[in-house]
């Protein structure tokens, strides 16, 4: 079998190999980990096969709890097992884990290294997960990106078997979990060159059978119980050197080499900083970039954590080396440092003790990207400044503002390394209108039908549905190295007209580079419905402007409000990565692939899609004059300075702009706050009838977002009410003589439909409307009158509701 | 209020301050802090009030994480709660214990620092749990002794309140959890005096509240997780200030001054030892000893673990250290060094680079007391001959002997720091039997009718009821400070006649020593009863030798096997510890005291019991010649080599004598050993009538160790039978001509007398009787002979039975 090339993401790449080399995975979902469990569910539904011809036996539990103590019966019989899981998911393995350390059972546990909630929840990545149970006695292997969350796993898989130990895979939740690259897919020839088959077998021999009882599970007394403890100790000796032996192996079969400690670097540098995971792959590619303007640095990349082989790491430190700075990504508050700070003391310490290093190098700690914040060439920049200035800052922090205790690095926010060799495109979605989807087809139709390679990374914000979603997409020759965000982008895409009045979108176009916006404007009026802020933008940098009504488009032919499809083929256009006719061809190929199963109508659908794209893209010219309005403010100018200072921001998409002393310190947070975010989503909005209506006030029950609201009013209070203002005779007759009032809060409409859905008038007295310009400021009158108005009897209900997430 | 000195154990201690101070208690029993629990629990029942006046509510939940979350719950109403933990309980509570802290949520949790199940189980001490969980941004405040359980338990609620970071305040569990001293109790006023009522009422304003709503649990995302993660660092930086200044108005108080690190030993000492928990004082006195005998060496008492201030550990170190050992009581294996030993080497280097000290001292770290093993004055000087050496070992272990990995520290056995100005004595009796009971309340005789200060610790055989159960007891006039075992008694007492040839229990008796022996051989008969071995030791060690058949004497009195108030008044007598009528009237006033509730009755057979020893005891004049028996094997010539080289030693009670090449690495366990252990531990045993016997096998079925098996064999096969083998005509048709046998074990017998109460038969056809060296005798043949006969049919269960325990 020879490899090919895939386009897929962290997780299901470490799932290609957990999958092949086990018989039983137990699970228990938890974000980011999710989509391994997922991937190796619907593989063993379709009856997919390990590299011994059977196929793995996947369970659900009832919490991680069960998934542990069920993997610890089946390992301890002989099984091959494993899970897939995340943040507060593996502490409720705790205590499995000891024991299966403690009884020397080989397993591989796939963690998406994920935050721990403190002050708040987190369902984004860290390594406050994994650093809580360092101390179980596991063996704890690294991945950096893509390529390694295949390769680490299958290392693992066999280092596990050989030592006894069982190991934690970790890598960085979402960042490289669902991060999507295109990387060299093992064989399943090659896992079984690596995996020995031997151990399989003595690991067998050592289940526990009726057939050679022994007992597992027993208690022991002061008097043995320390001197059990000390059994393993060679255990734990023999696992680097075990480690490096297959990664020798792996090496030599794949051509890519890993080392316990892997230096990146000048040979001679003279500051160096030692990390793990994604993050070290920015460091390496700042290095570079500052090496080539004189700098003498480097990088250690720790790979192997657990056992940390202290002589190895300091083995891999050059000569040369006068200063160290340890970035640790988790807080652990109250300790002297952070774990691996802790860990590169020691081992320092110790090698200058023993005289294996002349120097004694300063040793510095700094924390980064907790719960997935930005790590960027600009931080790492800050990082080797710090460490060659003449009072460098220890203990630091690098990201946030820390006005307060003062611990943060200050940072060039435009510093940049990113050269023209990549292709950088930024797209703005509506959560759930399918432009996630598009871009990963995006991906991969770039990863199979060219030679480039290709990134995608997806911000979602925990809203989901019906908020924003902001798609990464980098390509080019050489391998994407870039675990962070797209700072210049020579393409970006809006594709939904209310974010121009939210966004700064424009922010991250680079000079010259092409805006696609999706309008129902026509080329001659878009121009003035723009905010001016963007028109400036425009014009300044020299920017492309195209537009295309992808919503009409979309519903002339059945697509609804999924204009994905459209705007794909836009960008394959515009951007001209692939010409006209491969870019309608592969799409189309994707489309089949996508959509066939749901039979010719839908295929069609969305091949017309394609087809329409072509003719309905323009491109707008651009005038010289900025004639735009003035973007309203994000919220009202009565707001509360809580909401208008840190809520205002975090709406902006500025949220990382907040300092440390405009933050609650205790995670405590104002309530009733959502009410002055004007989200505007809405493509289509209800519109009430009164002459239809039942008022049965059913529609203001069922609206998730308490959009719709009732109110019985006295007719005398109606007198200064807006024309616009609709009214009903009121129903019933004790509310004889007053008037009934239905009112559509059209700007905090999400356009779900469920008012009219669930509207039991013989002729439904709600209607879906376009939510143009005209509604929102007729309704945004009539709210105002109707919030004043004195209710006689009214149906209230505060807006802080169930605003759905994905935690 | 004056303050009251009271015996009392470290459980008893922390908890007479956390009931006190605290509105809800929620439990979730586990070993060993139950009996702060329970002991809550009973307060509450009785109505028993906190320090503010009302009856704190106390709850079970289902599991620890139940308490964690409702904790969770309560606090952020604004409650003072509080709660008791350990090992893998503490384990549930994590995920709520980083919210709690994340929240800045101030409470305290009291645990008995315990062992993390692995290769296996441990009940007992160390500091793995806490040490699992050092990561989640509490405080770690740690006692060392009892009086502390009591003082730091209040500190470290005034100093939760004033940082609003949670703490645990954690201690060794068994090793002062359940060491009984005599301690000065604090007052309700002191408490009051320390704990601060306006930090309270701010406490309950940050509760949750409808009339001042506000949001906590809420989701942060990538844009501000971090910065919020990094508002508390001045909330850490506050608090050791904060516990220094909480220490030092204690102090001014009680007269007990704290500190974060509290350094004793040689101003000017070369080499120190840093630790935490009761094995400091251990290394205290013994610090004290070999600084007489000239040596230059040190100790720092570490009592603030988290935060960890690195400046005021420095501040605590002579300038003139010039080696450092870390002493770790918990195993992380695969970390670079345990996590003190981490923090240490942290904190020196720092220093270093600061050039706070000069010198650069050498650290090396080593291991001790994992799941109380024991740590001792000769292991201290172990420790500090090691880093005295040419070439220390470092990551060594003291304790274990290690002929694997050769990690362990050889010490001398024979060193032994204990001085005349302590009383020494030792108790063997069987578990249940009341020997620990009466220890304790002797114990508190002493501490109340005399000055002594008074020290009790209890070792405990996990089979629990109808095992050994070892009672350390030391008195003097100076603070007993031993946290060890007892190694030179000048008291033996064995409540039961068949240890002495089990156990070598004279091997701790020092020369000129008493021993009390109960037996029902009378002053004449009793010395050639003695296995040879206790005799050459009497005679050796020029012993007392004291008798006393308190069964008989108890049985008389209607007490049954309660021998534990006779034995009693038999040490009080015999060590003059008090005169006789004081003793007597103390131990009667401790009746009236414990047994008053029970009615007069139970009190008067008590009172019998201390008259009837005071007639009763008999000492008994030492031959010169030694004439008893060989001490029989301990496991029988054919059993397996494991069984031989590691069960005997444990039963032996000589456990810690096994290597670690003799230990199984994985903690698996050979099955079917307990045949091998003949305990002979019953007073009565039964005896088979088959003339009653209507052969049901209801008597072989109730056995829980399956002591009484039946069989039914040929007549032909019972030619070479023993005279004293009983057998009965087989019951039933297809049984004709067969005959029954059922024979008792007595040697596996424990005396419960299951089997004649169940036995249906109308003249019950098993019955008990005494023990005697004839009966076992005998039976042993018959056991022999039983097992060999080929069963026609028979009830064959295995010997590996529910032995209960108290996991």
């Given at each position: 079998m020879s490899r090919k090339m895939v386009t897929i993401d962290g997780n299901q790449a470490c799932t290609h190999v957990d999958y092949a080399t086990c018989e039983i995975i137990t699970i228990y979902l938890i974000t980011p980990s999710s989509s391994m469990a997922a991937e190796a569910d619907a593989k063993a539904t379709a009856g997919q096969k390990n590299i011994w011809g059977s196929v793995p036996a996947v369970t659900q539990m009832q919490s991680e709890g069960g998934v542990a103590g069920s993997l610890h019966g089946s390992l301890t019989t002989g099984a091959l097992c494993t899970t897939f899981t995340a943040s507060q998911g593996l502490f409720l393995m705790m205590p499995n884990m000891y024991k299966l350390a403690g009884e020397l059972t080989p397993t591989v546990f796939h963690i998406t290294a994920r935050s721990i909630a403190c002050q708040g929840l987190s369902i984004f990545g860290d390594h406050g997960d994994v650093m809580a149970v360092r101390q179980t006695g596991w063996g704890m292997l690294c991945s950096q990106n893509v390529q390694e969350c295949q390769d680490m796993a299958l290392i693992a898989t066999q280092a596990a078997l050989k030592s006894r130990v069982p190991f934690m895979h970790f890598f960085d939740g979402f960042r490289t979990s669902h991060e999507i690259q295109k990387i060299e897919q093992l064989t399943e020839d090659d896992m079984r060159a690596i995996v020995d088959e031997d151990l399989v077998v003595a690991h067998r021999q050592r289940g526990l059978s009726p057939d050679r009882p022994m007992m597992r599970g027993t208690a022991q007394n002061p008097d043995v119980y320390f001197t059990g403890r000390e059994t393993v100790n060679k255990y734990y000796e023999a696992i680097p050197a075990i480690i490096q032996e297959t990664m020798n192996k792996f090496g030599a079969m794949t051509g890519r080499q890993y080392h316990l400690f892997d230096y990146y670097g000048d040979p001679e540098a003279e500051d160096i900083i030692i990390m793990m995971g994604s993050g070290s792959e920015t460091v390496a590619a700042t290095v570079e970039y500052l090496i080539s303007q004189g700098r003498k640095i480097g990088l250690i990349v720790v790979r192997l954590f657990r056992p940390f082989d202290s002589k190895a790491m300091v083995n891999a430190m050059p000569a040369t080396v006068q200063r160290i700075t340890v970035l640790d990504r988790t807080k652990e508050p109250g300790a002297p440092g952070d774990p691996l700070y802790l860990d590169i003391r020691a081992a320092v310490g110790e090698a200058v003790e023993s005289s294996i290093v002349n120097l004694q190098p300063r040793i510095l700690?700094?924390?980064?990207g907790l719960g997935s914040a930005e790590f960027t060439p600009a931080m790492v920049k800050a990082v080797y400044d710090n460490m060659a200035s003449w009072a460098p800052k220890n203990h630091f922090?690098?990201?946030?503002?820390?006005?307060?205790?003062?611990?943060?690095?200050?940072?060039?926010?435009?510093?940049?390394?990113?050269?023209?060799?990549?292709?950088?495109a930024m797209f703005f979605g509506l959560g759930a209108d399918g432009?996630?989807?598009?871009?990963?087809?995006?991906?991969?139709?770039?990863?199979?039908?060219?030679?480039?390679?290709?990134q995608g990374y997806f911000v979602y914000d925990s809203k989901k549905s019906?908020?924003?979603?902001?798609?990464?997409?980098?390509?080019?020759?050489?391998q994407v190295v870039a675990p962070y965000l797209i700072n210049k982008a020579n393409f970006v895409a809006c594709h939904n007209f209310t974010f121009l009045d939210k966004y700064d979108m424009l922010a991250n176009l680079e000079d010259g580079g092409t805006f696609l916006l999706t309008t129902t404007f026509k080329k001659t009026q878009v121009w003035k419905q723009l905010p001016a802020e963007v028109q400036k933008q425009i014009i300044a940098k020299k920017a492309k402007f195209y537009i295309i009504d992808a919503i009409k488009l979309a519903e002339a032919i059945g697509l609804g409000a999924r204009i994905n499809m459209i705007m794909q083929t836009a960008f394959f256009l515009i951007s001209g990565i692939l010409t006209q006719k491969q870019a309608i061809k592969a799409i189309k190929d994707a489309i089949k692939k996508t959509y066939g199963k749901k039979g010719d109508k839908v295929v069609k659908m969305n091949y017309d899609a394609v087809d329409t794209a072509v003719k309905n893209i323009v491109e707008v010219k651009i005038p010289k004059t900025v004639s735009g309005h003035e973007k309203p403010a994000t919220?009202?100018?009565?707001?509360?300075?809580?909401?208008?200072?840190?809520?205002?921001?975090?709406?902006?998409?500025?949220?990382?702009?907040?300092?440390?002393?405009?933050?609650?310190?205790?995670?405590?947070?104002?309530?009733?706050?959502?009410?002055?975010?004007?989200?505007?989503?809405?493509?289509?909005?209800p519109v009430w009838k009164p002459e239809n209506c039942i008022q049965c006030g059913r529609c203001s029950l069922?609206?998730?977002?308490?959009?719709?609201?009732?109110?019985?009013?006295?007719?005398?209070?109606?007198?200064?009410?807006?024309?616009?203002?609709?009214t009903a005779a009121a129903v019933g007759k004790q509310f004889?003589?007053?008037?009934?009032?239905?009112?559509?809060?059209t700007e905090d409409c999400c356009g779900c439909t469920l008012c009219v859905y669930e509207c039991p008038a013989k002729k439904k007295a709600l209607e879906m409307i376009d939510n143009t310009e005209k509604v929102r400021t007729q309704e945004a009158v009539n709210v105002k009158y109707f919030l004043e108005l004195p209710s006689w009897l009214g149906i209230h209900r505060r807006r802080e509701c169930n605003r759905s997430s994905l935690l």
């Open positions: 700690a700094g924390r980064y922090c690098v990201g946030p503002d820390d006005d307060v205790a003062f611990t943060s690095l200050d940072y060039d926010k435009s510093f940049n390394i990113e050269g023209d060799d990549v292709y950088r432009t996630v989807g598009a871009n990963k087809n995006t991906i991969k139709i770039i990863g199979t039908e060219t030679d480039n390679s290709a019906g908020s924003i979603t902001t798609s990464h997409l980098r390509f080019g020759k050489n919220v009202p100018a009565d707001a509360p300075d809580f909401v208008k200072e840190v809520t205002a921001k975090m709406i902006q998409g500025h949220g990382d702009e907040i300092k440390v002393s405009q933050m609650p310190d205790d995670g405590t947070w104002p309530t009733g706050t959502t009410q002055y975010e004007k989200r505007n989503i809405a493509v289509h909005v069922v609206c998730p977002h308490a959009a719709i609201r009732m109110k019985i009013v006295k007719t005398a209070d109606l007198k200064k009410s807006p024309k616009s203002l609709k004889k003589g007053r008037k009934a009032i239905v009112q559509v809060f």
